[in-house]
């Protein structure tokens, strides 16, 4: 499937991508939020699981008002645990690490920071996982999911549609790499994506993306090690990774990396 090939769809806020497989059907929800969210939905013989909460109050009920002819049968809450005003009696599905994180770990400071940059239109609040869930495979509403744990949370592959659920990629846009050794750790991760031959990488803040895509991010994960050897302080890093990369987004992601490597 290529990551283009979908039919779009524009909501009163946010925009829908649908990507049609046959018998299974990928709908890609670009929030237009302050956070660029995505949330992506699965949907398979009138049966729906969701990938993501939104976590802005319009977002929320601008998605459930689209979902409101399929039958949503449950929400994988990994990355991204508020928003619990959104779908709150669904069943709701995590890995132990993913629920600490965003009750009392990483998570949790975000949602904290959020809260504090957004004000009342952001909801803070944390969606109550109600099933546990390991390492393996699962079916939820019929569609296959296989469950990969990861440091902070976990990803998703989804074997259907040849795709896997990550938190961040973003071809041309920073993210929030943690210092070197997270830049080694994303670098592998994508490096295993590409050896697995997945044809479409969904993330939390990026549309669906490809394999070129990894690639990419790849070499700019590899620059940037590069780039923060040669830097004193975290103003001179930002400098230089704004000189050679003038048109990538996400300058909030790129102050916090900015942080995590010159603390």
Do not use: W
Request: charged content about 20%; aromatic content about 12%; hydrophobic content about 35%.
């Amino acid at each position: 499937m290529n990551k283009n090939t979908c039919k779009s769809i524009k909501l009163n806020k946010g925009e829908i991508g649908i990507y049609d497989f046959g018998t299974i059907k990928l709908h890609a929800y670009k929030t237009n939020d302050f956070i660029d969210d995505e949330v992506f939905i699965i949907e398979k013989n009138g049966k729906s699981v969701i990938i993501e909460s939104p976590c802005f109050f319009d977002n929320n009920e601008e998605l459930t008002d689209y979902l409101k002819n399929t039958k949503v049968k449950g929400m994988l809450i990994s990355y991204h645990g508020a928003g619990a005003s959104f779908m709150p009696t669904i069943p709701k599905y995590a890995t132990q690490n993913a629920a600490d994180y965003s009750l009392n770990g990483g998570g949790k400071s975000l949602i904290d920071s959020f809260t504090s940059a957004f004000g009342t239109c952001f909801d803070s609040s944390v969606h109550k996982i109600t099933d546990i869930i390991d390492e393996e495979k699962i079916t939820i509403g019929g569609i296959d999911f296989i469950i990969k744990q990861t440091k902070e949370a976990f990803d998703i592959v989804i074997p259907e549609i040849n795709a896997v659920y990550t938190h961040m990629l973003g071809h041309d846009c920073h993210s929030i790499v943690a210092g070197a050794n997270h830049a080694d750790a994303i670098i592998a991760q994508l490096r295993s994506y590409i050896a697995n031959g997945y044809d479409l990488i969904l993330t939390s803040h990026y549309t669906p993306e490809d394999l070129k895509d990894a690639e990419t991010k790849i070499a700019y994960l590899e620059n940037l090690k590069v780039i923060a050897t040669g830097c004193s302080n975290a103003n001179s890093f930002k400098s230089e990774i704004e000189k050679q990369y003038p048109k990538y987004s996400g300058q909030n992601y790129l102050e916090m990396t900015a942080g995590f490597f010159f603390s």
